[in-house]
Structure formats: C-alpha cells, structure tokens
C-alpha cells in the first residue's frame, strides 16, 4: 500500500488542479474550500507513512519509464522528505486560509490557487524524487510556478520586472544544475539517490568532482538566494503576500539548502565543500542581516532577513561539524514557521494600514494589539530572544562554529565572530521591525484606519506563533522525534547524542547570544548614522533598473545573432536540414569501414509495372519541380506522387502502409484544395539564377548521396528488430496484424509522442487561423456564396457517408489481426465527414456535427495516456497492453486487447486534427465572405 500512497502523495497538487479549477467555476468559496482540502489529503496521506518513517524505514516506489537513460519514475520518502512534505502541505494549508481573506473579493482566487496548487506540486516532486532527473523536472517547476506567482500582478511594472529577474537567476541555476546532475550520475553510474548517497567516497575521489560539484551548488546557492545571487528574493516581494509567507520563507528559498542537505552525504566533507559552502554561507548570513535593518519597506526587511536565514543554514551545512547539520535541519524548521507567521502578520498590517513603510506606521499596538502580539513574538524568535525556538537553534548555530576544528590561531575566532556580528544584526533589524511598527510614536498618513483583521485571517499566525512557543518552552518533547528522523536522513546514519533544551549552563555560546542581543540594541540605536551612510553605496545589479537594461541589452544582442544565423526562410531550413543529412550520411559511410559501394545480396530483376511505376513517380515529381509555381498543377502532381508510393506499398505486400498513404493523401489534398483558395492561383518569381543553381546543387548532392547509400544499405544483409516484433506479435501482442501490434504494443510509447505531435500541430493551425486576416486580393478572390452546382456530389454522399462511418469502425475494429487500425479508421472517418462540408456547406455540416473538436482531440489524448497509466496500477512499465480471449453464445471465441483503448485514442486524435483544420479553413472562408459582403452592402 506505501508504493500507491507514494505517488499519490508527491503527485496529488497536481492531479487536483482540474477539480480546482472547476471549483473556481461555482464559487469563490468553492475553490478555497477545494485548495484546502487536497492540502488536507495529502497531511492524511503523510500521516499514514508516518508510523514506518519513525520506525527507521526509508519508503521507495519506483516505475520503469526509460530505464537505459536513467529516466525511470522514483519517489523516495525518508525523514528529510517527510519533514518538507510537512512544511509544503501543513504551511500550505495555513496560506490558503490566509490568501482567502487576504486577497481582494474582487479576486476570484482561481488563477492563485491553481498555480499554488501546481508549485505545492512542484516543491513535493523535488523533496520526494528518488531519481534525480525527476528531481530536476520538478526544480524546473517551482521556478516556471514562482514566476507565475510572483507576476501575479502583472499589470504592474514592477511585478513583471521581479517575476524575470527572479526566472533569470533561477533558471540560469537549474540549467547548471541539469549539467551538474548529468555528471554526478556518470560519476556515480547511477542517477538514482540510493545509489548516489551511497557511493560518496568514490564521487569525492574521482577527477570530475570539483566541476560537478560547483554546479550543483550554482543550481543550490541561486534557488537560496545566497550572496551574489541574493537580489532577486527582495524584489521578489511585488508578489502578495501570501505568496511571499510560502514561497520565499517555508518552502521555495528552503529548496536550494533541502539540495544541500540531500546531497550532503555524497559531496561533503572536503576542504572545496568547506570553503565554498561555508564562505557563501558567511557572506550571505551578513550581507542580508546588514541590508535587512536599511530598508524601510518592512516586507524589504523581512526579505532581507530571509537571505540572512538562508546563509545561516548553508553555513551550517558547510561546516561539517558533528551537530552542525542537526543544527542546520533544526533551523530550516524554526525559520520556516516563525517566518512565515511574520509574512503574513505583515500582511495583515498592510492589508489593514494600506502602506508598508516603516516611517509612517507606527504605533499599532494601540489599534491592533493581539497582531501587534503575535509580531512581536515572532519577531523575537527571528532575534534569538529566549524562550522561543529562534533562540535555540540559533544558540546551536554558536556552539557549532566554536566547535570547528579546522581553524586554529587569530582564525580560531572568524567563525565565533562571524556568527556573533550577523547574532548582533539581526537583533537589530528584528528590534527595528518592532519597535517602528508596533511602538514609536503614532501613525503618519496613513491611507486607511488600522484595526483588527477578521478572526480566520488572523487563525493561521496565531497556530505559527503557538508553534514558535511551545518548541521554545518545550524542545524536546515537542520536536525531538522530528529532528532525529530528518538530520538521520540528512546524513544516511544515526545523527549523534544532542539534546534540546533551554539551559545549557553559562558556556561560550550563551555568552554570544548575550552580545548578540545586547548589541543588537546598540547596533539599532545607530541606525540613522547606516542610513547615511549607505545612500553613498551603489544598487549595482539589485536594482530592478539596473537589471531591465542588462536584460534588454542581453535581448538585443539575441536578437542580432539569431537575425544573422536565422533568416526565417523555408528555404535556410530546408537547406540546413539537407546539409545536415548530407553531413550525417557521410560520415556513416566512412565511419563504418565500409569497403566498395555493392555489397553481396543480389539486385532484384526489374520488372515491367516496377519500370512503369518508378517512370510515373519521376515524372509526378518533376512535374511539382518544374511546376511549382502554378500551384493546383503542383499538387495535382504531388497527388500522383502519392499514389505511386501507395501502389509500391502493395507491390511489396505492405497493406497497412497503402491504407495509410491512400487515406492520408485523399485527406491533405482536399485539405490542399481548400487551402489554395486563399493563395493566389500562381506563386511570385524568384529571380536570381546563382539562388536556382545553388538549390539544384545541393539537391541533386543530397539526392544522390542518398540514393548511393540506400543502395549500399538494400545490397547487404543486415538484421533488424522486426524479426522481433513478426515472432512477438500474436504471442506477445495477442495479433496477427504485425504493424498495428508494433504501433499500439512494442512502440507504444512512440505513438503516444507522435499523437501528441500531431494534437499540437492542430493548436498550432487552430491558433495560426482563427485570427487570421486576408489580404484585399485574396479576399477578392473568394465566391459570394456557398456553390449550389454541387447536386451530384450532394446525392452521392448522402448514401456514402453512413457507409463510410460503418467502414470506419469495421477497419477500427479489425485492425489488431487484419490491416486497418486507430490511424487508418480515423482518416476514413474524417474523409467522409470532410466530404460531407464539401457536398453541402459548412453551415449544413456544423449544424448537424456538433461538436467541439479541441475537446474531442483533448479527449483522444486523455484516453491514450490513460491506457499507458493503467498498466501502472498493475504493477507494469507504463504502456505495457494485455489481452484476453473471450467467449459469446454468437459470436464465438475473441480477442479482446487493451490497445484497442489506446487505438480509439488515435482514431480520435486523427479525426479532431483533419476536422480541426477543415472548420478553420471554413470559418475562415465564411468570415472573409461575410466582411465583404458587409463593405459592400
């Protein structure tokens, strides 16, 4: 039962965003109580696996996807998971309380709780990926989710500004990441955590280890905001509140230091992980707590505040000291809940006051004396002030960088004075956050009246803060058995004896909690002399303008290399392509040692229809070359080309293929047809006889070269899988038809991309059509009306297209034994209701075939991927098909094979694509004949 409620548990977000977005639909209540209770499920799932996690297990399930490049399907819950699961989920309910009375009604919190739903998805892939390339596709969410969120907002400038700066660094690190994880699982010879974590001497020891390395930590240090990359999470802070309390305090910042935990067992402990983590670590702790007590936006401080945090964990996490990443987990946790109850008590203060500048709200605790309470507490955790559990693990902090040992002489003291300086700052930015909100005098200006917010807004706060109490009052009890299974997993062993508790006797590191809060009030009773002073330091690339102009002038340079490398001429790509195949061609040949250009298998005797035939495809196809110009001559030539590979599949008893080609060619000839309406009847000139000759040259290059190889290829014997697939195919696809059993069995999982393919080329054309506009001279060109003279046409489909349909399912149904199938059923079917547009109107055809065609090819790949899902359910590699013999009092014995649900999803796909173009190309008439007839009247 673990491996279902596994995947249900990382997959669950994501797999409820329809359900949430119907429930948008009815109501704005709908939708909260909806996002509400998937994070309800998926804490309920977590505390079904709860019992084993505290047991000592660790949960794997995993499904073959493509197991020979490493891509297989793999969640992995351990304590570390278990503990961000309770994070994304717990603190991921409280948010959406809070964001129902937080954002404006106005706000149907659709859109919002549909990307949170699929970011709480992308945060629980990464936490729980067993493989890590799926971990790396889930990274690549949280950051593509995070920039929906934080332009939430988007019609404002600096919303959008901060959504692609924070996409820009962010994604610039998942893309060292990606290279970085590619060579870990070379390194390794796995790209499977198990197989990663446990093989950390050897990772270490190999020559790759520094590259890797840096670029994982690049991927890490960018998500976390560390120092340089630091600018983009203040910035950040355009996007509601809400958003901020999650992503850039409890779970999407944590994302970066949860890499370095989890990799912690196979990269750390050399001198390069020392330094680099540890230094970042350091300079990120100080720069942040420096800058937090400068800015007078009070979301800024708390931003700032946040890099300060996130610096103290991966500092922790560089130091490589015994407790320091029990410390490191123990903080990720206290931070996480004090911080976001601070986000959100700070929105409730703007929400209620309507400004965040410190210098004119002041004095809230007179108007909003229980928020002004829970701020301040939480305020007090983020300073390290006793009894709350900022204290605690900010005291371990101390106590692990007294006890480092790598450090020896006047450098005993940097690590003990860099925790004490960054202890002294933020006191006084979490003194300064009090002090001028809470105390200091009365409001100034400000444009509403400050006041209580409504009880359920306020719930999520008081549970944070209560939170914050207990685990300082009581430590051990309330956290201890969390922090054991977490840190146990962080290090793949049994964490070593620590104990949490308040009192530790008078020893070094209260001595610097001391001086830290006791400097802090010094350090902010000086804070005007630091504003002085810091209005002579440069913004440098924090700045938001100082990034649009990089960002602009990165785009212009983009934008000249592509203007000089693309032309975007169909000619450029077609050339390149044929270049690239002439290149590709070559190098085969002399790179397999081939000697002379025959090869042993004798040449098949040419024959009189083969003659015959081979005589009609040349002159099918220069008649498109030499003709091309006049464009129905061309296709009427490309339409005899067609039919000639047609008959040369039956010449070579290749039935499926000549069903296929046939159908397809009736269909994109009519579909050609149409489309030549609205072109005019001959294509322009292209002068320059150097361009003609270049073209010919390199066609006939490519032709001939394709043509030696093909006959170097057929005039030697050579073995391929589809022995493989003729031997398998009634015993392993239970049909005798080896094509359609290779199509919807053996090669599956190539279909469904095909299909998928094909479902997006309909977009594409629907999207490409339905704002389309015609020239005055292609407009012109258009009848008035529907023709009437069609009458024989009209009489003889009326009769035909029941029959064709019936034709349609009897080639659908057959196709797994005899040829026919999903592709063949669906162009049959979508040629007979092609041609019933064609004999009576567009109108007459939309009025009796109602239907939505983007839905109906919505539906074909829904039921195809569904077919691949359900093998999963049993236990089988996704797409695997099955099949049983049936007995009916008439009918007889038959066969009944799961891949005929995934050939209905093809016939579906076929039938919307063709239909989708037909209607557009229709519609498209009508519109332009309408606009006329409008002008004209």
Request: positive net charge; charged residues 10%.
């Given at each position: 039962?673990?491996?279902?409620?596994?995947?249900?548990?990382a997959?669950?977000?994501?797999?409820?965003?329809?359900?949430?977005?119907?429930?948008?639909?009815?109501?704005?209540?709908?939708?909260?109580?909806?996002?509400?209770?998937?994070?309800v499920?998926?804490?309920?799932?977590?505390?079904?696996?709860?019992?084993?996690?505290?047991?000592?297990?660790?949960?794997?399930?995993?499904?073959?996807?493509?197991?020979?490049?490493?891509?297989?399907?793999?969640?992995?819950?351990?304590?570390?998971?278990?503990?961000?699961?309770?994070?994304?989920?717990?603190?991921?309910?409280?948010?959406?309380?809070?964001?129902?009375?937080?954002?404006?009604?106005?706000?149907?919190?659709?859109?919002?709780?549909?990307?949170?739903?699929?970011?709480?998805?992308?945060?629980?892939?990464?936490?729980?990926?067993?493989?890590?390339?799926?971990?790396?596709?889930?990274?690549?969410?949280?950051?593509?989710?995070?920039?929906?969120?934080?332009?939430?907002?988007?019609?404002?400038?600096?919303?959008?500004?901060?959504?692609r700066?924070?996409?820009?660094?962010?994604?610039?690190?998942?893309?060292?990441?990606?290279?970085?994880?590619?060579?870990?699982?070379?390194?390794?010879g796995?790209?499977?955590?198990?197989?990663i974590?446990?093989?950390?001497?050897?990772?270490?020891?190999?020559?790759?280890?520094?590259?890797?390395?840096?670029?994982?930590l690049?991927?890490a240090?960018?998500?976390?905001?560390?120092?340089?990359?630091?600018?983009?999470?203040?910035?950040a802070?355009?996007?509601?509140?809400?958003?901020?309390?999650?992503?850039?305090?409890?779970?999407m910042?944590?994302?970066?230091?949860?890499?370095?935990?989890?990799?912690?067992?196979?990269?750390?402990?050399?001198?390069?992980?020392?330094?680099?983590?540890?230094?970042?670590?350091?300079?990120?702790?100080?720069?942040?707590?420096?800058?937090?007590?400068?800015k007078h936006?009070?979301?800024?401080?708390?931003?700032?505040?946040?890099?300060?945090?996130?610096?103290?964990?991966?500092?922790?996490?560089?130091?490589?000291?015994?407790?320091?990443?029990?410390?490191?987990?123990?903080?990720?946790?206290?931070?996480?809940?004090?911080?976001?109850?601070?986000?959100?008590?700070?929105?409730?203060i703007?929400?209620?006051?309507?400004?965040r500048?410190?210098r004119r709200?002041?004095?809230?605790m007179?108007?909003m004396?229980?928020?002004?309470?829970?701020?301040?507490?939480?305020?007090?955790?983020?300073?390290?002030?006793?009894?709350?559990?900022?204290?605690?693990?900010?005291?371990?902090?101390?106590?692990?960088t007294?006890?480092?040992p790598?450090?020896?002489?006047?450098?005993?003291?940097?690590?003990?004075?860099?925790?004490?300086?960054?202890?002294?700052?933020?006191?006084?930015?979490?003194?300064?956050?009090?002090?001028?909100?809470?105390?200091?005098?009365?409001?100034?200006d400000?444009?509403?009246k400050?006041?209580?917010?409504?009880?359920?807004?306020?719930?999520?706060?008081e549970?944070?803060?209560?939170?914050?109490?207990?685990?300082?009052?009581?430590?051990?009890?309330?956290?201890?058995?969390?922090l054991?299974?977490?840190?146990?997993?962080?290090?793949?062993?049994?964490?070593?004896?620590?104990?949490?508790?308040?009192?530790?006797?008078?020893?070094?590191?209260l001595?610097?909690?001391?001086?830290?809060?006791?400097?802090?009030?010094?350090?902010?009773l000086?804070?005007?002399?630091?504003?002085?002073?810091?209005?002579?330091?440069?913004y440098?690339?924090?700045?938001?303008?100082?990034?649009?102009r990089?960002?602009?002038?990165?785009?212009?340079?983009?934008?000249?290399?592509?203007?000089?490398?693309?032309?975007?001429?169909?000619?450029?790509?077609?050339?390149?392509?044929?270049?690239?195949?002439?290149?590709?061609?070559?190098?085969?040949?002399?790179?397999?040692?081939?000697?002379?250009?025959?090869?042993?298998?004798?040449?098949?005797?040419?024959?009189?229809?083969?003659?015959?035939?081979?005589?009609?495809?040349?002159?099918?196809?220069?008649?498109?070359?030499?003709?091309?110009?006049?464009r129905?001559?061309?296709?009427?030539?490309?339409?005899?080309v067609?039919?000639v590979?047609?008959?040369?599949?039956?010449?070579?008893?290749?039935p499926?293929?000549?069903?296929?080609?046939?159908?397809?060619?009736?269909?994109?000839?009519?579909?050609?047809?149409?489309?030549?309406?609205?072109?005019?009847?001959?294509?322009?000139?292209?002068?320059?006889?150097?361009?003609?000759?270049?073209?010919?040259?390199?066609?006939?290059?490519?032709?001939?070269?394709?043509s030696?190889?093909?006959?170097?290829?057929?005039?030697?014997?050579?073995?391929?899988?589809?022995?493989?697939?003729?031997?398998?195919?009634?015993?392993?696809?239970?049909?005798?038809?080896?094509?359609?059993?290779?199509?919807?069995?053996?090669?599956?999982?190539?279909?469904?991309?095909?299909?998928?393919?094909?479902?997006?080329a309909?977009?594409?054309?629907?999207a490409?059509?339905?704002?389309?506009?015609?020239?005055?001279?292609?407009?012109?060109?258009?009848?008035?009306?529907?023709?009437?003279?069609?009458?024989?046409?009209?009489?003889?489909?009326?009769?035909?297209?029941p029959?064709?349909?019936?034709?349609?399912a009897?080639?659908?149904?057959?196709?797994?034994?005899?040829?026919?199938?999903?592709?063949?059923?669906?162009?049959?079917?979508?040629?007979?209701?092609?041609?019933?547009?064609?004999?009576?109107?567009?109108?007459?055809?939309?009025?009796?075939?109602?239907?939505?065609?983007?839905?109906?090819?919505?539906?074909?790949?829904?039921?195809?991927?569904?077919?691949?899902?359900?093998s999963?359910?049993?236990?089988?590699?996704?797409?695997?098909?099955?099949?049983?013999?049936?007995?009916a009092?008439?009918?007889?014995?038959?066969e009944?094979?799961s891949?005929?649900?995934f050939?209905?999803?093809i016939?579906?796909?076929?039938?919307?694509?063709?239909?989708?173009?037909?209607?557009?190309?229709?519609?498209?008439?009508?519109?332009?004949?309408?606009?006329?007839?409008?002008?004209?009247?």
């Amino acid at each position: 039962m673990s491996a279902p409620a596994l995947l249900l548990l990382a997959l669950l977000p994501l797999l409820a965003m329809p359900l949430v977005a119907f429930a948008a639909s009815v109501s704005r209540r709908a939708v909260g109580y909806t996002a509400a209770a998937v994070m309800v499920a998926g804490l309920g799932l977590l505390a079904t696996l709860a019992p084993a996690l505290f047991s000592g297990e660790t949960l794997i399930a995993g499904w073959d996807w493509l197991p020979r490049y490493g891509l297989d399907i793999a969640f992995r819950l351990d304590g570390l998971g278990f503990l961000f699961v309770l994070l994304i989920n717990g603190i991921g309910l409280l948010i959406v309380l809070y964001a129902y009375y937080y954002m404006p009604e106005y706000d149907g919190l659709g859109r919002f709780y549909l990307i949170l739903m699929a970011f709480a998805g992308g945060m629980l892939g990464v936490v729980l990926a067993e493989n890590v390339l799926l971990m790396l596709l889930f990274w690549e969410i949280t950051s593509l989710t995070s920039f929906l969120l934080i332009a939430y907002k988007y019609k404002e400038k600096e919303a959008r500004v901060a959504a692609r700066m924070a996409l820009a660094i962010t994604g610039g690190g998942g893309l060292a990441l990606l290279a970085g994880l590619l060579v870990l699982g070379h390194v390794a010879g796995s790209f499977m955590l198990e197989d990663i974590l446990a093989q950390g001497d050897a990772i270490r020891a190999h020559a790759l280890y520094p590259v890797l390395l840096v670029l994982i930590l690049l991927g890490a240090f960018t998500k976390s905001a560390q120092f340089p990359f630091h600018f983009w999470l203040p910035n950040a802070m355009a996007a509601p509140t809400p958003v901020s309390a999650y992503l850039h305090s409890a779970t999407m910042v944590k994302a970066g230091v949860f890499l370095l935990a989890r990799f912690y067992p196979a990269l750390s402990g050399t001198d390069l992980w020392f330094t680099l983590v540890t230094a970042t670590g350091a300079t990120t702790f100080l720069v942040g707590a420096y800058l937090a007590l400068l800015k007078h936006d009070f979301k800024g401080l708390l931003a700032y505040s946040t890099i300060s945090h996130l610096g103290l964990i991966t500092m922790l996490l560089g130091l490589g000291t015994a407790l320091s990443p029990v410390a490191a987990v123990f903080h990720i946790i206290n931070h996480a809940v004090f911080k976001a109850s601070l986000f959100m008590a700070a929105g409730i203060i703007d929400h209620e006051c309507g400004t965040r500048d410190m210098r004119r709200i002041n004095g809230l605790m007179k108007y909003m004396p229980i928020t002004a309470t829970l701020g301040i507490v939480a305020a007090g955790a983020m300073a390290g002030v006793p009894f709350l559990n900022g204290f605690l693990s900010k005291e371990m902090f101390f106590a692990e960088t007294v006890a480092h040992p790598a450090l020896s002489g006047v450098s005993t003291f940097l690590l003990p004075g860099i925790a004490t300086l960054g202890g002294i700052m933020s006191a006084a930015y979490s003194l300064r956050f009090v002090h001028d909100v809470f105390f200091n005098g009365e409001p100034v200006d400000l444009p509403r009246k400050p006041h209580e917010p409504v009880r359920w807004m306020r719930l999520p706060v008081e549970i944070l803060v209560g939170i914050v109490i207990i685990v300082g009052l009581l430590p051990q009890l309330a956290l201890a058995p969390l922090l054991n299974i977490a840190s146990g997993a962080l290090l793949q062993m049994p964490p070593p004896v620590y104990k949490l508790a308040i009192w530790h006797g008078f020893n070094l590191p209260l001595v610097m909690s001391i001086i830290a809060l006791g400097g802090g009030i010094l350090y902010y009773l000086s804070r005007e002399r630091l504003f002085r002073l810091h209005e002579w330091i440069p913004y440098g690339v924090s700045s938001p303008v100082a990034f649009e102009r990089a960002y602009a002038g990165a785009t212009a340079i983009s934008c000249k290399v592509m203007r000089f490398l693309d032309r975007r001429t169909l000619r450029q790509y077609v050339g390149f392509y044929l270049l690239f195949t002439i290149a590709i061609g070559l190098s085969a040949w002399f790179g397999g040692g081939v000697a002379g250009l025959a090869g042993p298998r004798p040449l098949t005797p040419i024959d009189a229809p083969s003659l015959l035939g081979f005589l009609v495809l040349v002159t099918g196809l220069s008649g498109v070359v030499i003709l091309h110009r006049n464009r129905l001559a061309s296709v009427i030539f490309l339409s005899v080309v067609g039919l000639v590979v047609a008959l040369a599949f039956l010449r070579l008893a290749a039935p499926d293929l000549a069903l296929t080609q046939l159908s397809v060619e009736l269909a994109t000839i009519i579909l050609f047809l149409l489309a030549l309406r609205f072109l005019p009847e001959r294509a322009r000139h292209e002068p320059g006889p150097a361009r003609h000759g270049r073209d010919a040259l390199l066609a006939l290059g490519v032709g001939v070269i394709i043509s030696l190889l093909a006959f170097a290829m057929l005039s030697r014997p050579f073995e391929t899988i589809s022995g493989y697939h003729v031997a398998m195919s009634k015993p392993g696809g239970g049909g005798t038809n080896v094509v359609n059993v290779t199509l919807v069995d053996f090669r599956g999982f190539d279909t469904l991309g095909e299909i998928a393919v094909l479902a997006i080329a309909a977009l594409g054309l629907l999207a490409l059509l339905d704002g389309l506009r015609l020239t005055p001279q292609a407009r012109g060109a258009l009848p008035p009306a529907a023709p009437r003279d069609a009458i024989m046409l009209r009489m003889l489909i009326q009769p035909f297209f029941p029959l064709a349909l019936a034709v349609s399912a009897y080639i659908f149904l057959r196709g797994h034994n005899l040829p026919g199938g999903g592709f063949i059923a669906g162009l049959v079917a979508a040629i007979a209701i092609l041609l019933q547009y064609l004999s009576q109107g567009i109108s007459f055809a939309q009025g009796r075939l109602r239907a939505d065609f983007t839905r109906l090819l919505g539906a074909g790949l829904a039921i195809a991927t569904a077919t691949g899902l359900a093998s999963w359910i049993f236990g089988y590699p996704f797409l695997t098909s099955t099949f049983a013999y049936v007995t009916a009092p008439v009918v007889g014995k038959f066969e009944l094979a799961s891949a005929m649900i995934f050939d209905l999803g093809i016939f579906l796909v076929v039938v919307a694509t063709i239909l989708i173009a037909l209607t557009e190309l229709g519609g498209l008439s009508r519109r332009e004949i309408d606009l006329t007839n409008r002008k004209d009247g």
